[in-house]
């Protein structure tokens, strides 16, 4: 079985991938990209300046 990442296209070309986005999928979509896009903005103005990469710090869920 080949796993593929979230983000990569579907590896057959159809299936769920190729229907309609809903306007829900659409609006959660929006959320996580600005998200992400939050936590980037973040570890940039922590790393600044500096000469290193960006690596957004993402915690792990606790054990509880």
Known sequence: MVRQDQKDPSIDG????????????????????????ELQ???VEETFPAS????PFVPARSRD
């Open 14 to 37: 159809g299936g769920a991938r190729n229907l309609p986005e809903s306007p829900q999928q659409r609006q959660d979509r929006d959320r996580d990209r600005e998200h992400q896009s």
């Open 41 to 43: 903005d973040e570890a």
């Open 52 to 55: 290193d990469p960006v690596s």
